[in-house]
């Protein structure tokens, strides 16, 4: 239920950060329901994460962390840094940007590669702080 009423708030306020850079930083001059519309599409993969995880969480019988990195290295500590950084990284939300930044790029006539890397650096920036901060409260 949660994520019915919590996605369109998402997608309102990630529209919106996006308009305030690319229109107010970057000079562009689209409309607000052309940046919502690409956010919008763009959540269309987190859809398919969403039911991809349920899934293979359903055939697996885990609930979590299917499409996430930290499937590639079970063999981590539970609590150390590199366990929690790799359990942030989702390998769908990684695509969900890439089709963003392209939505975006086409938008505002702008290479796709800058737009991708600035927002999967952003995304790891993130994790490398959720885990850290996961890992110090975790020991």
Known sequence: MSTLILSPIFALVLAGVFLGVFNG?????????????????????????????????????????????????????????????????DLLWLWAFVNGAMGLAVLYKRRTGPIATTLIALYLAFGILYAAVTSFVAN
């Not at 562009?28 to 293979?56: C, D, E, P, T, Y």
């Open 25 to 89: 930083l970057l000079g562009g001059n689209a409309r607000f329901k052309q940046v919502l519309a690409i956010v919008a599409h763009s959540g269309v993969v987190w859809m398919l994460a969403g039911l991809l995880a349920f899934g293979i969480g359903y055939i697996t019988g885990r609930a979590s962390g299917t499409t996430r990195l930290s499937v590639f290295f079970p063999m981590l500590d539970e609590k150390g840094f590199l366990s929690h950084f790799f359990g942030y990284v």
